[in-house]
């Protein structure tokens, strides 16, 4: 009797035993997924946002090259007036004198500002900055050149 007893409560706790591992088991393959679904969601994030920064940066070449024609067509002097200021080169052009605002970059969601600093008679800084939204965050990629009077 006693050792049908002691059968019965071993197998009582082997049966409980078992549910326990299945259990913690269970919670492991969850934690793994989690784990997973939250890497492959960063990852997914970060290369979006490569992605964006890579056309920012094309935005801002393309900006500095237009700068450096309007350098040679303008003429220096021409060119060199209009240091001091911050125009909205959108569209690359001069119209827009001051910050972009909320205008972008046809629907591309990209608004590009270029800034002309005197550095001296001869020298012209031009602060390129492409910005754009990242959620709900406001990034920016900024490319700076300078251009010599020669």
């Given at each position: 009797?006693?050792?049908?007893?002691?059968?019965?409560?071993s197998?009582q706790?082997?049966?409980?035993?078992?549910l326990?591992?299945?259990?913690?088991?269970l919670?492991?393959?969850v934690?793994?997924?989690?784990?997973?679904?939250?890497?492959?969601?960063?990852?997914?994030s970060n290369?979006?946002?490569?992605?964006?920064?890579?056309?920012a940066?094309?935005?801002a070449?393309?900006?500095?090259?237009?700068?450096?024609?309007?350098r040679?067509?303008l003429?220096?002097?021409?060119?060199?007036s209009k240091?001091?200021?911050?125009?909205?080169?959108?569209?690359l052009?001069?119209?827009?004198?001051?910050?972009?605002?909320?205008a972008?970059?046809?629907?591309?969601?990209?608004?590009?500002?270029a800034t002309l600093?005197a550095?001296s008679?001869?020298?012209v800084?031009?602060?390129v900055i492409v910005?754009?939204?990242?959620?709900?965050?406001?990034?920016?990629s900024k490319h700076?050149?300078?251009?010599?009077?020669?």
């Amino acid at each position: 009797m006693i050792l049908r007893l002691l059968r019965l409560r071993s197998g009582q706790v082997r049966s409980g035993q078992v549910l326990i591992e299945l259990l913690i088991a269970l919670g492991v393959a969850v934690m793994a997924i989690v784990a997973l679904v939250q890497v492959t969601t960063k990852s997914l994030s970060n290369a979006g946002f490569s992605k964006r920064q890579s056309g920012a940066t094309v935005y801002a070449v393309a900006a500095a090259e237009w700068l450096r024609s309007q350098r040679l067509s303008l003429g220096w002097d021409a060119f060199s007036s209009k240091a001091g200021q911050t125009y909205c080169l959108n569209d690359l052009n001069w119209n827009l004198p001051g910050s972009c605002g909320t205008a972008q970059i046809g629907t591309t969601g990209f608004s590009r500002e270029a800034t002309l600093t005197a550095v001296s008679s001869k020298q012209v800084e031009a602060a390129v900055i492409v910005k754009w939204k990242e959620g709900t965050r406001d990034v920016s990629s900024k490319h700076t050149t300078v251009f010599g009077r020669y």
